[in-house]
């Protein structure tokens, strides 16, 4: 068993054209919390009406995490990972938000292109959540879904690198949820 990481939240969102009106898009998303300690699960998801991709890949991660906090008792240091499939949200929390984003005001972010971030208000709602609990400690991966039992070392690979160590049965666990 793994004492490293308390929870994992396993997000993902959809997006596709209507099968009658291709203009027409459908979206969705999917979380999963997993309690790494007692194996013990959640899902839950719904459906977005027309929106992008990637809105829905963030919708999933702030959906997760806002549950979590209600799971998470008050003040008790919890290190969660956030995995995702899309490499765009886990760069935006490990590398673009900290070091990259112009977020000195706090309405208007921009890239460092100096163009508006897209979802701004989702980031927001995020480290709002965190800085609302700041017992829970986020760590972010990207994980790619889909993948084989060979994967299982490029898994823990992924993860070492975000400072997260885990078992050989929490990364298939992983590789089966994602």
């Not at 793994?2 to 997006?15: H, K, L, P």
């Not at 969705?28 to 959640?42: E, S």
Request: net charge positive; aromatic share 12%.
């Amino acid at each position: 068993m793994n004492d490293d990481v308390d929870y994992i939240v396993f997000t993902d969102g959809s997006c596709r054209a209507g099968t009658h009106d291709p203009n027409r898009k459908y979206s969705a998303y999917g979380v999963v919390l997993l309690n790494v300690k007692t194996r013990k699960y959640t899902a839950f998801g719904d459906e977005l009406g027309s929106r992008t991709i990637g809105y829905a890949e963030l919708y999933a991660i702030y959906k997760g995490i806002k549950r979590l906090c209600k799971i998470v008792p008050k003040k008790q240091k919890t290190k969660i990972l956030i995995v995702s499939d899309n490499k765009n949200c886990i760069d935006a929390f490990r590398l673009w938000i900290p070091y990259c984003w112009d977020t000195s005001d706090w309405y208007n972010w921009k890239s460092s292109k100096k163009t508006k971030v897209k979802n701004q208000n989702l980031y927001r709602k995020i480290l709002e959540l965190f800085k609302k609990h700041p017992w829970i400690h986020p760590h972010y991966a990207h994980i790619n879904s889909h993948l084989e039992k060979a994967d299982l070392g490029t898994i823990r690979a992924k993860l070492q690198k975000v400072n997260v160590h885990v078992d050989r049965p929490t990364s298939n666990m992983i590789r089966v949820m994602n």
